[in-house]
């Protein structure tokens, strides 16, 4: 499940892997990968593995249904991994992570691991901050209403 893109050593190629659990892929992760396209010749969406806790089932239908949002768009690659997210960019011949912030909570968490994986990949991180009307928008509270029956649709792609 490690897709290899020609030219990604090359400054010409921009590759981001944007990494996440995405359980479930929100309206909120798509809106990201969406504006995120211009600006990058590949996105590789990037289903994070703990190894302790994998679900090989739960993780295939999310790759499954990740891929199919984005069926026939040779920009996106959905794959999976497991250990360092800098790690996976080598792996995926990617020279940036893509991530969303919500607020400012988000923000400092996500800017101190920039600052980490930079400092230890030389990897840069684009922040992309979320439209305002899908701030509220998480996996986590999307698998809560779901829990208690809620129509969780609006939230999902």
Avoid: W
């Avoid at 659990?21 to 211009?38: C, E, K, N, W, Y």
């Avoid at 998480?138 to 649709?153: A, K, N, Q, Y």
């Amino acid at each position: 499940m490690t897709p290899r893109f020609p030219d990604s050593g090359s400054q010409a190629s921009r590759v981001a892997l944007f990494p996440g659990s995405f359980d479930p892929f929100t309206t909120g992760h798509q809106s990201i990968v969406d504006r995120a396209l211009p600006l990058f010749d590949h996105i590789v969406i990037a289903i994070g593995v703990n190894i302790a806790k994998a679900n090989d089932d739960s993780i295939l239908r999310r790759v499954k249904a990740i891929s199919k949002i984005y069926h026939g768009d040779s920009r996106i690659t959905v794959t999976t991994y497991s250990g360092l997210t800098v790690d996976a960019c080598r792996e995926n011949g990617a020279g940036f992570i893509l991530r969303g912030v919500r607020n400012v909570a988000d923000f400092e968490y996500e800017r101190n691991m920039a600052d980490i994986n930079r400092r230890i990949s030389g990897i840069e991180t684009v922040l992309l901050p979320t439209l305002p009307e899908l701030s509220c928008v998480s996996s986590s509270m999307v698998r809560e209403l779901d829990r208690f029956g809620h129509d969780t649709s609006t939230f999902l792609p």
